[in-house]
T-cell receptor, first 118, second 110 residues
Framework: DTGVSQDPRHKITKRGQNVTFRCDPI?????LYWYRQTLGQGPEFLTY????????KSRLLSDRFSAERPKGSFSTLEIQRTEQGDSAMYLCASSPGTSGPGNTGELFFGEGSRLTVL | AQRVTQPEKLLSVFKGAPVELKCNYS??????LFWYVQYSRQRLQLLLRHISRESIKGFTADLNKGETSFHLKKPFAQEEDSAMYYC????????????FGSGTRLQVQP
């Protein structure tokens, strides 16, 4: 499968613990996005990268959240001191990120990492 | 600021009936509009984009700038159309991330 992969698929943790999610985008995709989705809502934008540069962060991304993409390939999203309100599906997506006719704007999503904070 | 509104949480129709999933947006500039779909146990995927003006799986959507709407339509629903549908927007320039609506679940009954 050459699609976007995310790990772990499910994570149950206790409040106050740290968790880290990993995303492997489609190879050669320059842009990588993190979204959060809670029950009954659409995906909410958290942050995105163009290669290794983090170009935008949502106000939803509090100081407890940090994302990295050190070599412009895979990315990690870390949540420190988790709270029950962090329980959600964390989605990763990638896109070619090129300008011009080849940029259709399509995001290719992973299956998500579901976080449950007890 | 940009906002996407999908007023219906659930739309239930019978097979063969017409379908219209509503999407309204708020954005001061020129937007690109998309419909994404998530079938049961599958990942979120692009259904169609307003720029391409194409019909995918019998679905079409027309951007109406006057009404700031991008409703998704299909003349005859099929059971395999049952899924979650999300409308999404991004600016033509600048911010490249998509803003999604809250989604509409389409149930097509036999």
């Amino acid at each position: 499968d050459t699609g976007v992969s995310q790990d772990p698929r499910h994570k149950i943790t206790k409040r106050g613990q740290n968790v880290t999610f990993r995303c492997d985008p489609i190879s050669e995709h320059n842009r990588l996005y993190w979204y959060r989705q809670t029950l009954g809502q659409g995906p909410e934008f958290l942050t995105y990268f163009q290669n290794e540069a983090q170009l935008e962060k949502s106000r939803l991304l509090s100081d407890r959240f940090s994302a990295e993409r050190p070599k412009g390939s895979f990315s990690t999203l870390e949540i420190q001191r988790t709270e029950q309100g962090d329980s959600a599906m964390y989605l990763c997506a990638s896109s070619p990120g090129t300008s011009g006719p080849g940029n259709t704007g399509e995001l290719f999503f992973g299956e998500g990492s579901r976080l449950t904070v007890l | 600021a940009q906002r996407v509104t999908q007023p219906e949480k659930l739309l239930s129709v019978f097979k063969g009936a017409p379908v219209e999933l509503k999407c309204n947006y708020s954005y001061s500039g020129s937007p690109e509009l998309f419909w994404y779909v998530q079938y049961s146990r599958q990942r979120l995927q692009l259904l169609l984009r307003h720029i391409s003006r194409e019909s995918i799986k019998g679905f079409t959507a027309d951007l109406n700038k006057g009404e700031t709407s991008f409703h998704l339509k299909k003349p005859f629903a099929q059971e395999e159309d049952s899924a979650m549908y999300y409308c999404a927007l991004r600016p033509y320039t600048g911010r490249r991330a998509l803003t999604f609506g809250s989604g509409t679940r389409l149930q097509v009954q036999p």
